[in-house]
């Protein structure tokens, strides 16, 4: 990213909310259900599987926790009775309630989980910044063990120096593990800072998960991460139910069907809601060009 880009990614936050909708529109599925299963739909013609995200995070109210709980439960109804295929639940703890109280969000998972488990679907726990990350692994190690493996699944940043203790003391047999960089901007005493350095610790813990019999959500754009992860694929000789790319809505679509092309099971991880601020924000920071572009509308040149 260019020194401009750079800047201008540095200060989103105070650009405009309206321009940031604007520009984050490709990155969000909508703000209602309707809009997200419509999109699912979309994906499914192209061949892809789907997780949605049910916008919001860091709560600081019951109240709100309490309604993304519901929220979740009418998604999954609402999957089941419009027979909506293979599209699974992306959920962050901090919408639940996490930094509020730990005991509350195990109980909100829980009743979310008890309904995925009604209709038969799956819940991956998004991975936060750092202040989450033990509270998160407990309430997955938790989970996993009321719901088993086939319900629920974790998340792990390569960006992090702990990733790859966290993967050997999680991955057993059958379990459902998500792999990606990391996006929150971690102190260099617990984060790597430098591209090559997370990459390393990518293609290392896929490894490891490989080689302990994880089902593995292979989250990544990098093309040099796809390619390091299809030679280990290779290696480890794994048939395609055992793992699955997965891109984010609106980035690198042309990438995305190039790897369903190659006979690669793809899923889309798919937000909405009303609450899509802070989430386009780290998107719009992640592309450069979608940077300058928002530069550019605000001098009046885009
Ligand atoms: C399905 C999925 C789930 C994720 N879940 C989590 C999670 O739970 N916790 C977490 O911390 N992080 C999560 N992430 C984000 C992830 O950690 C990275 O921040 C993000 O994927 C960018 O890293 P990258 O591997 O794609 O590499 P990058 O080097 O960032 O991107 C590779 C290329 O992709 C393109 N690109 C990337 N982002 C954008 C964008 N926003 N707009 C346009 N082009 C772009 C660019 O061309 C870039 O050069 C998730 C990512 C995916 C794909």
Redesign the pocket.
Known sequence: MGLIDRTISMTLPVVPKPVVRYFSRP?IAGTTMADALNVVRELGEQGATSTLDVLGEFVSRDEEASANTEAYIKLFKRIESESVREAHASVKLTALGLLIDADRCLENMRQLMHQAEASGNFVRI???DSSCTDKTLAIYRRLREEFGHHRVGA?F?SRLHRTLADVDEHAVQGANF?L?????LEPESIAYTD?RRIRKNFVEALDRMFGSGVFV?I????DW?VEESIRLIGKHGLMRDRYEF???L???EPLRRQLIADGHRL?V?VPFGANWYAYSVR??R??PQ?AGHVFRALVGRG
Not at 180 to 184: D, T
Request: glycine share 10%; proline share 0%; with cysteine.
């Open positions: 990155y998004d991975m936060e998340v940043q998500r990606c960089k990391g996006i929150y591209d959500g989250a990544t754009h990098d991460l997965q891109m984010l609106g980035v690198r899923r991880y998107r719009l992640e592309n979608i």
